[in-house]
């Protein structure tokens, strides 16, 4: 192994949210860079997976974007949580850590007397 892991599908919109919970307004450049940092190398954007899903995001109102100025003073468009993305990522997180602890259970069955 030792490559890049895809990005297992759901778990990319949570991962946006999440690092615009914890960074604040991020440009798509910067939010993919961050996950990636995030993830110590292991996962690599594909940019063609990341813009689509901004773009859900934006539709479905848990972030909002406006453009600006990048710093290497480029127009860029930058991305930050809604009210309602606030709550989603409340929500998600809950999902996802349920899903978490019941994966164990799957991957390590116990044997039955």
Do not use: H
């Given at each position: 192994m030792g490559g890049?892991?895809?990005?297992w599908q759901g778990t990319l919109a949570l991962m946006v949210l999440k690092t615009l919970e914890s960074m604040g307004s991020l440009h798509g450049y910067g939010i993919a860079r961050r996950i990636e940092q995030?993830?110590?190398?292991?996962l690599s954007l594909n940019y063609?997976?990341?813009?689509?899903?901004l773009l859900k995001l934006e539709q479905e109102g848990t972030i909002v974007s406006e453009w600006g100025v990048?710093?290497?003073n480029r127009r860029a468009k930058f991305y930050k949580l809604s009210r309602a993305g606030k709550k989603?990522?409340?929500r998600e997180t809950q999902d996802w850590e349920q899903t978490n602890a019941i994966l164990p259970r799957f991957l390590a069955p116990r044997q039955e007397a």
């Open positions: 890049k892991t895809d990005i995030t993830s110590r190398g292991l063609g997976t990341l813009y689509p899903a990048s710093e290497n989603q990522v409340e």
